[in-house]
C-alpha cells in the first residue's frame, strides 16, 4: 500500500508541476487545480521565549477537480507537509502524531523522518461523484459534514472538528459512502457511512433535513462507531440575530467501559453594520470530567471523535472580530471552562498582503490550575503566511 | 419588439409618475430573472483589490452568488432565499445559516452592504416617489426623482436621489442620503453597452464621499435576461453544483 500511494503522489505532483504558479487555472475547462502554500511558524512557550520550542512547517495543499460530464465529478486532494524544528526533534513519536489516521485506505506517506525533519504526505479526498436530478451519490475519501453550530457540532458524527486545529480547516476526510435525495430547496434525506471492516469502527447513520418557519431543523439516528447514535439540529433567527443548536445523544450497545451521553450545543451570533461580529456558544458534555488532564494538547493534537469534542461538562465560548479596514481583520476567542475555570484565549488578526497573500498571528493561551496555581500551562504563537492559487 | 419598445417608451414618458420611472428603469436593469458575471474592485488610495462573481437572480428575492475570484474564496456561495440567507464553503464541505443582521455589513470589505448587492429592501416598494424635475447626466436627459423611506422599511437611508434617463430609463447617477440628510454616498453609471439586448451602463462606482480615494466599482462583464431558472433553481443543491 505504502508504494502505491508513494506513486499516486507523485504522479501527481508530476501531472500538476508544469500548472503551478498559473492564477485559477483551467485546463481543457474539465480539469481544475487549485490549492495554497501555507509556511506556519509555531512557538510553543514551555516557559518563556528562552526555552521555546520552535517549528517551520511548509505545507502545499493540492485540489484537483474533474468535471467529465454535468452528471460526473472527482476530485482528489492532497496535503504535503514539512515539519523542521524542534517538535520533530523532542517528540520521538512526532512521525506517527503527523501521520495519525484510521482509513481503511492507507494514503499517506512519510517521507524523512530524521533528526529535526519531517516529511509527510498524505491525500485526504478521493472520492467521485453522481448528481441526477435530485439524487446526489459519493464515494470515497470525503468530508460528510453535518455540523450546523459554529465551533462544537454533536451532529458530526464523521468528521469531528477541534476549534484548536485553526490550520486544518478541511479536516480529515472519511473513506465513505453517501447517498443524498433533496426533496426540497433546504430539505434532503440522507444516508452516509465509512467503509471498514471492523463493526465497531462502523459509522453509518440517516439524516433528514427540513425547512419549516424560516429554519432549518436535521434529525439524525444511526451508529457511531460503539455507540446508538440519535441527534437534531437546528439553524435559525431570533431577530435579527443567528440562532443555532445540535443535541446529540449517545447509547453504547457494546460491553465497553463507555457510558451514555448527551452532547448539546447552542449558540448565538449577530453582526452589527459597522462589520464587528459577536459570537456566544455552550457546549454540554454529561460524561465529561470536571479538570481533564493535558486537556489542551489531546484536543490539539489527538484526533477527534464525537464523544471527546470536549473533555468538560460545560465548555462556554465568546468569539468578537472586527475589520479594521478590508485588508486587516481582528478578533478574539475565550473559552471558559466553569467547573474547572480553565480558560483558552486566541487573539488572531489576518493582513491581506497582497491578492491571495495572506499573514496571520495567531495567540494560543491555556490557562488551568494544574498544582494549585493558576497560570498559563500552554503558551502558542504562531506565524501564517498563506498564498493561495 | 425591442425597436418598438424603445420608440414608444419615450412618447408614454412624458404622462409617468415618479414610482413608474422608477420601476421601469428597475425592471430594465434587473429583468425578471437574470444571470450576469462581474468584476467587482475595490479601490483605496495605496492598493486594490479584485473580485468576480457570477450571479444568479429572480424578483428581489431570490438570488444565489458565485465567487470565482480570488483563488482563496473560490467556490464560496450564497444563496438568499426572502428573508433566510446561507453561505456555502466547499473547502469545509459546509452550509452556514447567516443571521439577517449580516445584511447590512459591508460585501466582502467593499464599501456596498450585502444588502446592496443582494437587495434584501426594494426600491420600488420601501420607498415613497416624488418626481423633482429635468437634469442632464452623461450627456443625457434625465428626471431627477427623490425617494424616501417608508416607516419600518428595512433600510439605512433618509433620502435618495436618482438620476433616470428620460428616454432609455437607465438609472445614471444615485445620491444615498443619511437620516440627518447628509449625502454619505454616490453612485455614478458608466460605459453604456448594449447588454442582452438592453441598453444599459455597465460599470458602476460607488464611492463614499467623506473618504477621498475610496471607491468600489462593478464592471459587468456578461448579462443575460430572462433566462429560464424558477424558484427551484435557489436552493442549497444548487449551491454546491453552480460552476
Known amino acids: ?389 | 419588439m425591442l425597436a418598438l419598445l424603445s420608440v414608444s417608451e419615450p412618447l408614454c414618458g412624458q404622462n409617468l409618475s415618479a414610482v413608474e420611472i422608477v420601476t421601469k428603469a428597475d425592471q430594465k436593469r434587473r429583468g425578471e430573472t437574470s444571470y450576469s458575471q462581474m468584476k467587482i474592485s475595490i479601490v483605496r488610495p495605496n492598493w486594490s483589490r479584485d473580485m468576480e462573481v457570477k450571479a444568479w437572480s429572480l424578483g428581489t428575492d431570490y438570488s444565489l452568488i458565485l465567487i470565482i475570484n480570488p483563488a482563496r474564496d473560490k467556490g464560496t456561495t450564497f444563496l438568499k432565499r426572502t428573508k433566510e440567507i446561507w453561505n456555502w464553503i466547499p473547502s469545509i464541505d459546509r452550509n452556514i445559516k447567516l443571521p439577517p443582521s449580516m445584511m447590512m455589513q459591508s460585501w466582502m470589505g467593499s464599501d456596498f452592504t450585502n444588502d446592496d448587492l443582494i437587495k434584501e429592501s426594494s426600491i420600488i416598494e420601501d420607498y415613497t416617489h416624488r418626481l423633482l424635475g429635468d437634469s442632464v447626466v452623461l450627456d443625457r436627459e434625465c428626471y431627477k426623482i427623490e425617494l424616501i423611506p417608508k416607516p419600518d422599511a428595512p433600510v439605512v437611508w433618509g433620502k435618495i436621489y436618482n438620476w433616470i434617463d428620460k428616454k432609455d430609463f437607465m438609472e445614471l447617477q444615485t445620491e444615498l442620503y443619511d437620516e440627518d440628510g447628509y449625502l454619505v454616498n454616490r453612485v455614478i453609471f458608466s460605459e453604456i453597452e448594449t447588454l442582452d439586448g438592453r441598453l444599459l451602463p455597465s460599470k458602476m462606482e460607488y464611492i463614499p464621499v467623506d473618504k477621498p480615494g475610496h471607491k468600489t466599482v462593478i464592471k459587468y462583464q456578461q448579462v443575460d435576461y430572462d433566462i429560464d431558472i424558477g424558484e427551484n433553481y435557489f436552493s442549497l443543491q444548487n449551491m454546491k453544483r453552480v460552476r
Open chain 1, 1 to 389: 500500500m505504502r508504494s502505491l500511494t508513494c506513486l499516486l503522489v507523485l504522479s501527481m505532483w508530476c501531472a500538476c508541476l508544469p500548472l503551478i504558479g498559473q492564477d485559477s487555472l483551467e485546463v481543457e475547462k474539465k480539469w481544475f487545480v487549485d490549492g495554497y502554500v501555507k509556511d506556519l511558524v509555531t512557538l510553543n512557550l514551555i516557559r518563556g521565549f528562552d526555552s521555546a520550542w520552535v517549528e517551520n512547517q511548509i505545507h502545499h495543499r493540492l485540489n484537483f477537480k474533474w468535471y467529465p460530464s454535468s452528471e460526473f465529478s472527482a476530485y482528489v486532494e492532497i496535503r504535503n507537509r514539512i515539519f523542521w524544528g524542534d517538535f520533530a526533534k523532542n517528540i520521538p513519536i512526532y512521525d506517527q502524531l503527523v501521520d495519525l489516521n484510521n482509513d481503511v485506505l492507507d494514503l499517506s506517506v512519510v517521507w524523512v523522518d530524521e533528526g529535526s525533519w519531517v516529511l509527510h504526505s498524505m491525500i485526504d479526498r478521493a472520492y467521485v461523484e453522481w448528481n441526477h436530478e435530485d439524487w446526489e451519490v459519493r464515494l470515497g475519501r470525503q468530508r460528510i459534514n453535518w455540523g450546523v453550530a459554529l465551533v462544537w457540532n454533536p451532529n458530526d458524527l464523521f468528521n469531528a472538528f477541534s476549534f484548536f486545529d485553526f490550520d486544518y480547516e478541511e479536516r480529515p476526510g472519511s473513506d465513505g459512502i453517501r447517498i443524498k435525495k433533496y426533496t426540497g430547496f433546504a430539505s434532503s434525506v440522507e444516508l452516509a457511512s465509512n467503509i471498514t471492516d471492523d463493526i465497531d469502527e462502523l459509522t453509518s447513520a440517516f439524516l433528514w433535513k427540513i425547512n419549516k418557519g424560516q429554519y432549518d431543523f436535521q434529525f439524525l439516528v444511526g451508529k457511531a462507531l460503539e455507540d446508538l447514535a440519535f441527534g437534531a439540529g437546528w439553524a435559525g433567527n431570533i431577530g435579527d440575530g443567528g440562532f443555532k443548536g445540535e443535541i446529540t445523544y449517545l447509547h453504547p450497545y457494546t460491553s465497553n467501559q463507555n457510558h451514555p451521553v448527551l452532547l448539546a450545543s447552542l449558540s448565538g451570533d449577530y453582526s452589527f453594520a459597522s462589520s464587528f461580529y459577536l459570537h456566544g456558544a455552550f457546549f454540554l458534555n454529561t460524561e465529561g470530567s470536571q479538570n481533564p488532564n493535558f486537556a489542551f494538547l489531546s484536543q490539539r493534537l489527538g484526533r477527534l471523535n464525537v464523544r471527546n469534542l470536549s473533555p468538560y461538562i460545560v465548555s462556554s465560548l465568546l468569539q468578537t472580530s472586527y475589520s479594521f479596514s478590508p485588508l486587516i481583520n481582528g478578533g478574539i476567542a475565550l473559552i471558559y471552562y466553569p467547573g474547572s475555570n480553565a480558560l483558552f484565549l486566541n487573539p488572531s488578526m489576518t493582513v491581506s498582503l497582497k491578492e491571495n497573500l495572506d499573514l496571520d498571528l495567531i495567540g494560543q493561551f491555556f490557562f488551568d490550575t494544574p498544582n494549585e496555581d493558576y497560570k498559563p500551562v500552554n503558551k502558542f504563537l504562531f506565524f501564517r503566511l498563506k498564498w493561495s492559487y
